[in-house]
Nanobody, 126 residues
Framework: VQLQASGGGLVQAGGSLRLSCTAS????????MGWFRQAPGKDREFVAF???????YYGDSVKGRFTISRDNAKNTVSLQMNSLKPEDTAVYYC?????????????????????WGQGTQVTVSS
């Protein structure tokens, strides 16, 4: 299984970016797909996950600004990020878990996920 994240870059505060994660070796409709981020010197932070048909959940810091979605035909999961803030600056990782059942807190933990992409850098300037 390989996950390839893309779409990161440099953007001004208030701007938008769209990250994509393309999977090979598994389908994104199976299990749960998540996004996490990690800023320098900080722990990996939960951003969002999607499971089942349309069940989504977001971290408090991104709720209302970020949207996770899935394109089964392209086998891709995307993260639309709007109203970006400097504190959103981090390396963003997509991840895949083999199961869908479980609490929201369970899928908010990095250890829950079996596969990880290589990360894509997002930098938001003030």
């Amino acid at each position: 299984v390989q996950l390839q994240a893309s779409g990161g870059g440099l953007v001004q505060a208030g701007g938008s970016l769209r990250l994509s994660c393309t999977a090979s070796g598994r389908t994104v409709s199976d299990g749960t797909m998540g996004w996490f981020r990690q800023a320098p010197g900080k722990d990996r932070e939960f951003v969002a996950f999607i499971r089942w048909a349309t069940n989504t959940y977001y971290g408090d810091s991104v709720k209302g600004r970020f949207t996770i979605s899935r394109d089964n035909a392209k086998n891709t999961v995307s993260l639309q990020m709007n109203s970006l803030k400097p504190e959103d600056t981090a390396v963003y990782y997509c991840a895949a878990a083999g199961r869908s059942s479980g609490s929201t807190s369970y899928f908010g933990r990095p250890a829950t996920y079996d596969y990880w992409g290589q990360g894509t850098q997002v930098t938001v300037s003030s």
